[in-house]
């Protein structure tokens, strides 16, 4: 397969990235979760299934194989995420392309359609979250068992991540089985550079849990679907049924899949997952 590993000078970052897959082929771009991820398990989860596309996988500013920034909130927005993935695609010179976000990169796969219509075929968002006071709720109510979580999100968060730990509250929502966490678990154990808990503080301390994305859905000028598993407890319903709702997106829903649905249902998530990137590349 074709591979192209650089590193591409932004503004005021360098974001690595690996362009793969026949040059002629539609594009996709992935956006990985996080904030302070990196695309290297979606590229060993995917990589055969995606063969025919042309493929960029890239790591967020500060996080993943991206050089490090100074761990100051002013380099951690949404906009200098969309900043950073435009300068990338003038580098590629690619024309328009498919943003593929999954969980926290749904918002940015989104604001990037929101800013730049004309270069955008059509927004894919897996496990989308793009209301996070709804996603500090859930994970109040996991932690604790149920119960009216504190009205200030960030608080909700914070006691959550206390009671429990971050990684352990997030797996319980994410994952229906230990088969599923085990499977990503075993993926990210190759990862070249952990993922950055600094970039999430930075982007936490910017007011990431206060963020509503809502209002910038409204008269939303791409045409966006959604994928998740049913069982996604970051995601679904609270997170999913709101974009659907908001925009009109399509909404296809993975049977006994949590927020990696792709390694809980593959051929179920790989269908709708086909579907939606074909459509919009026709």
Request: aromatic share 12%; proline share 9%; net charge negative.
């Amino acid at each position: 397969m074709r591979e192209e590993i650089v590193i591409v000078p932004t503004h005021e970052a360098e974001i690595y990235v690996e362009d793969t897959g026949p040059e002629d082929a539609p594009v996709l771009v992935v956006l990985h979760g996080g904030p302070g991820g990196s695309s290297y398990p979606y590229r060993a989860a995917w990589e055969e299934e995606l063969a025919d596309y042309r493929v960029v996988y890239l790591d967020q500013r500060g996080g993943g194989r991206s050089p490090e920034l100074p761990l100051e909130p002013r380099y951690f927005t949404v906009d200098a995420l969309v900043d950073d993935l435009e300068a990338v695609r003038s580098w590629l010179a690619v024309d328009r392309w498919i943003p593929v976000g999954h969980g926290f990169g749904a918002l940015a796969a989104l604001e990037y359609g929101r800013r730049y219509p004309e270069l955008v075929r059509g927004v894919v968002a897996l496990g989308p979250w793009i209301h996070f006071p709804e996603l500090a709720r859930a994970l109040w109510r996991a932690a604790f068992g149920g119960g009216e979580p504190p009205a200030d999100p960030t608080q909700a968060v914070e006691e959550a991540f206390s009671a429990v730990g971050p990684k352990p509250l997030f797996d319980r929502l994410s994952f229906p089985s230990v088969h599923g966490r085990a499977h990503l678990e075993w993926i990210v154990e190759g990862l070249p550079l952990a993922g950055s808990e600094g970039v999430e503080a930075a982007f936490r301390t910017n007011g990431l849990w206060e963020l509503d994305y809502s209002g910038h859905l409204l008269e939303y000028p791409l045409e966006v679907v959604v994928i998740a598993g049913e069982l996604d407890g970051t995601s679904h319903p609270h997170q999913t049924e709101r974009l659907a709702d908001l925009i009109g997106a399509r909404l296809e829903l993975i049977p006994r899949a949590g927020h990696y649905p792709w390694i809980d249902e593959p051929e179920a998530f790989f269908r709708a997952f086909y579907g939606a990137v074909d459509a919009f590349s026709e």
